[in-house]
């Protein structure tokens, strides 16, 4: 059995355009594929992120979606300005040696921008 080689999470959205625009001009995440009722953006080299428009079906509770980046402050400054909503502001997490901030995208889909301080956070256990 190989190694998976790419991830892609799928998100439902009431409205593909609005969220298209947030993905693209906001997060500035590059389209991939278009396939009508779901777009597929690249996050980086193997992972993807998915929207698929399925109104009614956006429940959002208990996903999350983490976006790794050194420069959390810097996506905080840039998502503010573009009047993205924000849950908590950028702070430090201890019990996680982690650095991060929460905001929310157009349906509501809890979006977190994140730093690990372990440097050994991807090394396997």
């Known amino acids: 059995m190989g190694d998976f080689s790419e991830q892609i ?3 439902s959205v009431d409205d ?3 969220s298209a625009t947030f993905y693209e001009q906001v997060l500035g995440l590059g389209l991939v594929e278009d396939q009508g009722d779901c777009r597929i953006y690249r996050v980086n080299d193997g992972a ?3 929207i698929c428009l399925r109104p009614g079906r956006t429940d959002s509770e208990g996903v999350i979606l983490t976006l790794v980046t050194e420069d ?3 996506w905080h ?3 503010i300005t ?3 909503a924000c849950e908590h ?3 430090a997490h201890p019990t996680y040696s982690i650095y991060q901030a929460f905001y929310r995208d157009p349906d509501g889909h809890l979006i977190e921008i994140q730093r690990f301080d372990d440097p050994t ?3 396997p256990v």
């Open 89 to 91: 502001e950028p702070a």
């Open 121 to 123: 956070w991807s090394q």
């Open 82 to 84: 573009r009047g993205v």
């Open 48 to 50: 993807f992120l998915g």
């Open 9 to 11: 999470t799928f998100l």
């Open 16 to 18: 593909l355009e609005r």
């Open 72 to 74: 959390v402050d810097g």
């Open 77 to 79: 400054d840039r998502l």
